[in-house]
């Protein structure tokens, strides 16, 4: 059997390869029993000494209407990004930024966004704070006195959330977009004051009519970032 039959035969590696960032949902609901489901399964994310610093907060209903609502208004105002922590490099560098740049024209072109049309790049970036019509939302948090080690455990539970999720059916789409207003978040959600936002992730099941989705991002080659020693 060949590599690419084990991708698509074996469910957990189909499960990982299938995973995308989805920026077209439908509105169905999700059961709660699903979520229950998603969360119990992700975990089992490993943590040093099993501390298990990540916590969730699930929204859906009114409260994520309201919650979209006030983000988009500050999106809309120009309000200054406050995300509590530096996501990106503060120089950008290559390869980074080929593959930066690469990105975004490959969504905007099977999106029909011509090189320089600011207001369709605007209502773009403003369909993040709609959670791209997911129904629900999840926002995850970590306690600002943790350190290195606890956001590396909270990774690999964000990976396992976007894993359970396809096993399941289900897609999602990471966004540290919505951790841009913390204060607002905060204040909607009653997250207190001691947690910092990691990330946003929408969640539901996708529109496969939505043309965002059908952006497929290219990983680089194995010879790219992997060495052996033997």
């Known amino acids: 059997m060949d590599t690419i039959e084990q991708l698509t035969q074996n469910k957990t590696l189909e499960a990982i390869t299938s995973r995308k960032s989805i920026r077209g949902f439908l509105p169905d609901a999700i059961p709660t029993e699903l979520l229950h489901t998603l969360l119990k399964a ?50 950008w560098r290559e390869p980074y930024l080929a593959r930066r740049r690469e990105n975004g024209w490959s969504l905007y072109n099977i999106l029909g966004i011509q090189k320089g049309d600011k207001q369709a790049m605007q209502r773009q970036h403003a369909r993040n704070f709609e959670f791209f019509d997911a129904p629900v939302v999840l926002f995850i948090t970590l306690d600002k006195d943790m350190e290195q080690g606890s956001w590396l455990d909270t990774g690999m539970f964000i990976q396992n959330i976007m894993i359970a999720a396809r096993a399941l059916g289900l897609h999602t789409c990471p966004q540290v977009a919505l951790v841009n207003y913390p204060a607002i978040v905060k204040q909607q959600l009653s997250i207190p ?21 059908k952006l497929q991002t290219p990983r680089v080659p194995l010879e790219e970032f992997v060495s052996f020693h033997e």
Do not use: M
Request: hydrophobic share 30%; net charge negative; with cysteine.
């Open 42 to 91: 992700a975990s089992r994310a490993p943590s040093g000494s099993n501390i298990q610093p990540w916590k969730v907060h699930v929204v859906s209903g009114q409260a994520r209407n309201a919650l979209s609502a006030a983000l988009l208004e500050a999106f809309n105002s120009n309000t200054p990004n406050q995300c509590e922590y530096q996501y990106y490099p503060k120089e």
């Open 193 to 213: 004051a001691d947690q910092i936002l990691v990330c946003g992730i929408s969640l539901g099941y996708e529109d496969t009519s939505n043309p965002a989705n």
